[in-house]
């Protein structure tokens, strides 16, 4: 008899859990997933200077890597000079022409970085460039590094 009663209550216990159900208190939607990883890192910068021109033409190769890639920063210091940047937002080109004019010695460093569209900003991949020394009585302000 004990066991009818076990049976009954048991029972009587599914189609309650049945009619009211068997889900979490919380009915609320689970937040989304916060993207906080940066980037790959941008591979095989390389730069080229054409003399006649005054110009450094940075590239490296295109992040297949990440399907939220929003583009890439590219920023440049001298020698001694905190990098500048050279880009206001991210572009997708994976290369950057810098004309060079008056603005700086002769030893370059290059940054690019990688952004993805939640913002996240990958390490900066560098390239350095030593510019040829200036012909005598030209470019004297580019005598220094």
């Known amino acids: 008899m004990a ?9 009587g216990l599914s189609i309650m859990a ?5 889900g979490s208190d919380d009915d609320s939607p689970t937040a989304p997933v916060t993207d906080t990883a ?3 890192l941008p591979g095989n910068l390389a730069v080229d200077y054409a003399a006649a021109q ?3 033409t940075i590239t490296w190769d295109a992040n297949v890597t990440d399907a939220d890639l929003a583009g890439y920063l590219v920023a440049r210091a001298s020698y001694d000079g905190d990098p500048l940047s050279l880009t206001d937002a991210p572009q997708a080109a994976n290369s ?3 004309d060079l004019g008056d603005c700086c010695g002769r030893l370059l460093t290059y940054y690019v970085h990688s952004v993805d569209t939640s913002g996240n900003v990958s390490a900066a991949a560098t390239v350095t460039l030593q510019m040829p020394s200036p012909e005598p009585g030209r470019d004297a302000d580019r005598n220094a590094y």
Do not use: E, N, R, W
């Open 3 to 11: 066991s009818k009663k076990l049976i009954t209550a048991l029972v």
């Open 18 to 22: 049945l009619v009211v159900g068997c």
């Open 38 to 40: 940066p980037p790959a």
């Open 54 to 56: 005054d110009q450094a």
């Open 96 to 98: 950057y022409q810098d």
